[in-house]
């Protein structure tokens, strides 16, 4: 049996094959208008086609083709009539030179028409030239969305990276350049209009997008860091100039490269924004310089990372598919599940792998590279920011003595940009300032706290170099805080950190405390030492302190401010508590004091108090034993007719006070001769007749008249 729709298509078919081809265009269009339906006939179409060619309407032809074979993309008629069309209006447009309609229409034509089939070879052998096609006609977006693909699936060929290291570098340059000169950026695009391709003017606010500047950063830094093209473009150069290359030279120029294209037209800019108060502008291109820094001192560290996986039986070279990646890794770890739990793994919710191992065939067989060094632009760019920094942990836990791999995980995550800031921009405050900005999440971990403690260091070696040392002190004081929460997480090469940052801060407060803080001003030195031992306990700056402290002492003992120069002096006791001179300061003030005092029995205490801080002072001895004489002859003074029968212990308390006087002023003086003093008078003389010491003969006397009243108030009937 005939099938009725297949027969009228047939028909139809043939029928319009037979007008296409005595060139009956008019009775074709009467056709569609009397069987609307014809117009989704795809052989219809394909010979309606074939008409609009022979019209000279190429673009609306090629617009049938294209519907054709997107409905059924096995229409190999369509496929060759379309790579012909292709053909004719590419060639057309090399040699009219329109590089905006050439890169349009290589666009379309590689969109829709397979690779490799014979029918579209022709077209393919322009593949190459497309990206720089399109480049030539303003469409920089296509040749870096070619040149990416092509990278992505072969990321080895080091030219595809080095090509978009040119586009981005100047494509950014451009902007940047179009930015200054607040022009705006015009340029074309096409479109099918009415059957035929025809250009539409656009224009827009070109701004300086530092996204071009970061793609630039790194492509160029992957770019340098490939040796494997550096070889290749010595052979290059060598074979096409003739020139013998060395290896210095290459090195040399691999190093002015990064230098010239980024680090100092940066610097330029940013010096430029800050002297004409642009902040935006500055901040812009301190984070651009930020990037770059970050991604050259990451990839750096990247090639220690490479050789310690293959150093542990993993060779990143030799891994192109992402579950290469994980299966090895995970051999790292100790629990190789991939290959075989892959579906119904029972860790799959606390497992890191987790989202990768149930991915899927289109996640699992994904492209992955690892063998050209980059800092963590290129990472995100390649799509492997997250494998490699997982390879970077679990590294750094299998070697925790290696503080580099620790450093580079680090530099891989959130605080890696701010550490670059105070590193080596030396810009604590403005790292400081970002560090605050951050979710509370991110700030309690043990890589935020390590950052802000960086900032803090750093930000008081700055405040050091301003000769701000209190408020350097307060930022060590505060760092050292946060060291102290450091030391008890379970990292072990955090604690290992923990350490290493405790003995530098400790460092820092003595060398601020020791060099600088005790050459200031006396009362401003000890502030900054004294805040200096609230954070450090160290005998060097104790030792300076307590010497600070008995300067000041001096000072207010020439001022005669007595009580408060003993509490210095006191204060440099506790510090140092064999403080030689804050002890003879301690007994000049009581001495001191002593002297200017009128109050006979304060005199006596003070001279006491004196007396043990310098128990061998002579002056100290002369002044205690002047106050017990004279003490002692004020109490026999107050004595009379009417008062002497009670007072009989005062009179006994004179002669103790003369005893006293005599033994500080003679230690070795016999018991014999003070009873020979008491009792004897008609001896007195003879004793004191060739003593040159008057005070020493005054207490003699003394002690002999006071004695004999004492015998005479016991026997009233003498006095």
């Given at each position: 049996m005939i099938d009725s729709n297949n027969f009228q298509s047939e028909v139809l078919s043939q029928l319009t094959a037979c007008l296409v081809a005595v060139d009956r265009d008019r009775e074709i269009s009467q056709l569609i208008q009397k069987l609307p339906s014809i117009a989704d006939n795809l052989e219809f179409r394909y010979y309606k086609a074939i008409s609009l060619v022979k019209q000279d309407r190429v673009g609306d032809a090629l617009n049938e083709l294209r519907e054709i074979i997107k409905t059924k993309p096995e229409f190999e008629k369509a496929k060759e009539l379309a790579s012909h069309l292709y053909l004719h209006q590419i060639t057309l447009s090399i040699k009219e030179k329109d590089y905006d309609k050439l890169s349009f229409l290589l666009n379309e034509a590689f969109q829709l028409l397979p690779e490799d089939e014979e029918i579209t070879k022709e077209i393919s052998k322009y593949k190459d030239i497309f990206p720089i096609v399109s480049i030539k006609a303003g469409?920089?977006?296509?040749?870096?969305?070619?040149?990416?693909?092509?990278?992505?699936?072969?990321?080895?060929?080091?030219?595809?990276?080095?090509?978009?290291?040119?586009?981005?570098?100047?494509?950014?340059?451009?902007?940047?350049?179009?930015?200054?000169?607040?022009?705006?950026?015009i340029r074309k695009k096409y479109i099918m209009k009415n059957g035929k391709l025809v250009d539409q003017m656009t224009s827009g606010d070109l701004e300086e997008d530092p996204k071009l500047w970061r793609k630039a950063i790194a492509y160029w830094v992957m770019i340098i860091n490939s040796n494997n093209f550096w070889k290749e473009w010595k052979d290059f150069r060598e074979k096409s100039t003739g020139i013998k290359i060395n290896d210095r030279d290459i090195n040399n120029l691999r190093g002015s490269l990064l230098n010239e294209r980024f680090k100092q037209h940066f610097k330029n800019q940013i010096e430029s924004y800050k002297i004409n108060n642009q902040e935006e502008n500055y901040r812009k291109y301190l984070d651009l310089m930020a990037d770059f820094l970050l991604e050259e001192k990451v990839a750096l560290y990247y090639k220690d990372a490479l050789e310690i996986a293959v150093s542990m039986g993993i060779n990143l070279d030799d891994i192109r598919k992402r579950h290469q990646f994980i299966c090895n890794i995970q051999k790292l770890e100790g629990e190789p599940c991939f290959a075989t739990k892959r579906k119904n793994c029972e860790q799959k919710d606390t497992c890191s792998w987790a989202e990768y191992c149930m991915g899927g065939p289109s996640c699992w067989n994904k492209s992955i590279s690892f063998s050209m060094p980059c800092g963590p632009l290129m990472l995100r760019e390649m799509g492997i920011c997250y494998e490699f920094g997982k390879l970077t942990e679990i590294l750094s836990k299998l070697k925790p003595e290696n503080q580099r791999l620790r450093k580079l995980k680090l530099y891989l995550g959130d605080f890696g940009k701010l550490l670059v800031l105070v590193e080596d921009l030396k810009m604590p405050e403005y790292a400081i300032e970002?560090?605050?900005?951050?979710?509370?999440?991110?700030?309690?971990t043990p890589d935020g706290k390590y950052t802000y403690i960086i900032c803090l260091v750093k930000r008081a070696e700055v405040k050091e170099r301003r000769k701000a040392y209190l408020d350097a002190l307060d930022d060590l004081k505060?760092?050292?805080?946060?060291?102290?929460?450091?030391?008890?997480?379970?990292?072990?090469?955090?604690?290992?950190?923990?350490?290493?940052?405790?003995?530098?801060?400790?460092?820092?407060?003595?060398?601020?405390?020791?060099?600088?803080?005790?050459?200031?001003?006396?009362?401003?030195?000890?502030?900054?030492?004294?805040?200096?031992?609230?954070?450090?306990?160290?005998?060097?700056?104790?030792?300076?302190?307590?010497?600070?402290?008995?300067?000041?002492?001096?000072?207010?003992?020439?001022?005669?401010?007595?009580q408060q120069a003993r509490e210095d002096f006191t204060k440099a006791l506790s510090l140092v508590p064999g403080n030689q001179t804050a002890k003879e300061g301690m007994a000049t003030a009581y001495n001191n004091e002593g002297v200017k005092e009128t109050d006979l029995d304060r005199s006596i205490s003070l001279f006491r108090k004196a007396l043990k801080y310098d128990p061998e002072s002579r002056q100290i001895k002369e002044n205690l034993a002047g106050a017990y004489n004279s003490k002692a002859v004020e109490i026999v003074n107050s004595i009379n007719e009417y008062n002497y029968h009670y007072k009989i212990d005062d009179c006994k308390r004179a002669v103790n006070l003369l005893k006293k006087a005599i033994r500080l002023l003679n230690p070795s003086l016999e018991e014999s001769t003070i009873l020979v003093i008491e009792y004897a008078e008609d001896a007195i003389e003879e004793l004191i007749k060739d003593l040159d010491d008057s005070l020493y003969k005054s207490v003699i006397i003394n002690l002999a008249a006071v004695a004999k009243i004492c015998r005479q108030i016991q026997t009233p009937w003498r006095y």
């Open positions: 469409n920089r977006e296509k040749a870096a969305k070619y040149w990416k693909e092509k990278m992505i699936k072969n990321p080895q060929v080091p030219w595809t990276i080095y090509n978009l290291a040119l586009l981005y570098y100047w494509w950014a340059l451009g902007a940047e350049q179009d930015y200054g000169k607040q022009e705006k950026h970002k560090w605050k900005r951050l979710s509370k999440s991110k700030k309690d505060k760092a050292k805080e946060y060291v102290n929460l450091l030391e008890h997480v379970k990292d072990k090469a955090f604690r290992r950190i923990s350490l290493n940052l405790k003995h530098e801060v400790k460092k820092q407060v003595i060398d601020l405390c020791t060099n600088k803080g005790a050459n200031v001003e006396l009362n401003e030195a000890i502030r900054i030492l004294t805040k200096g031992l609230e954070i450090v306990e160290d005998q060097s700056i104790k030792n300076i302190l307590s010497n600070l402290y008995c300067g000041r002492g001096q000072k207010r003992l020439g001022r005669k401010l007595f």
